[in-house]
């Protein structure tokens, strides 16, 4: 694996190892050791996602990700799922950087699509057959239309849902609730409309 200067200022360089908490995942770790903090802006990964993954019981061929900014969720994803497919709505200057962290860690089961804006977005999903979808696109603007687009494979994981993001909220608070498992800590749902097939 290549050596990198971490993107951080030198100033705060981290001391000691971490060994506890998100960070300590073997993967997160490494990306903060080769790519500094600026990897982890915006993502939920941080939290009780990986946990969280686990308790639902997540596996599966193939998974779908809505909002992807520098990978972070996509790589703990393709610990789960045979392959990743990314759909992601992102600025030019953010859409170099999770290429170059999926290679430094040798990840190879995650496929990114940048795409310019929600038409597209339904022009990839709509081609696509997954078992999964972790929907982390605009949840101000789109919660609703990204379900619709990704409901039909059965298993959604929200992020947002808490009350302050009421379109997520609202939405989940409005499925059955024997199907709506919720996280313990954190802002996540998810909405398993079918069992799970091995
Ligand atoms: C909060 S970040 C999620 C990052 C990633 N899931 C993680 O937690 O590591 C939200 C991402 O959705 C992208 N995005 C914004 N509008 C979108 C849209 N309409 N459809 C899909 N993605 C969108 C943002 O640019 C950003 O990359």
Not at 97 to 121: P, Q, S, W, Y
Request: proline share 5%; net charge negative.
């Amino acid at each position: 694996m290549n050596e990198r200067t971490p993107r951080t200022d030198p100033e705060e360089a981290l001391r000691g190892d971490i060994t506890h908490g998100a960070f300590s995942h073997p993967l997160l770790k490494e990306v903060m050791r080769q790519f500094g903090r600026t990897a982890f802006g915006r993502s939920s990964a941080c939290m009780e996602f990986d946990a969280f993954l686990r308790r639902i019981g997540a596996r599966g061929k193939t998974c779908l990700e809505i909002g992807t900014m520098h990978g972070i969720t996509a790589i703990l994803l393709a610990q789960y799922f045979r392959r990743v497919v990314c759909v992601s709505v992102d600025r030019a200057q953010d859409r170099g950087l999770k290429h170059e962290i999926v290679r430094a860690l040798g990840i190879t089961n995650i496929t990114f699509h940048d795409v310019e804006n929600n038409a597209e977005k339904a022009k990839v999903i709509s081609g696509l057959d997954f078992d999964f979808c972790y929907s982390d696109g605009d949840h101000a603007r789109d919660a609703r239309a990204d379900f619709e687009l990704v409901r039909r494979c059965g298993r959604v994981l929200f992020h947002e849902y808490w009350p302050i993001q009421p379109p997520v909220w609202n939405l989940v608070n409005e499925l059955p609730p024997e199907e709506v498992t919720r996280a313990q800590f954190d802002c996540f749902a998810y909405w398993g409309g079918k069992p799970w097939s091995d």
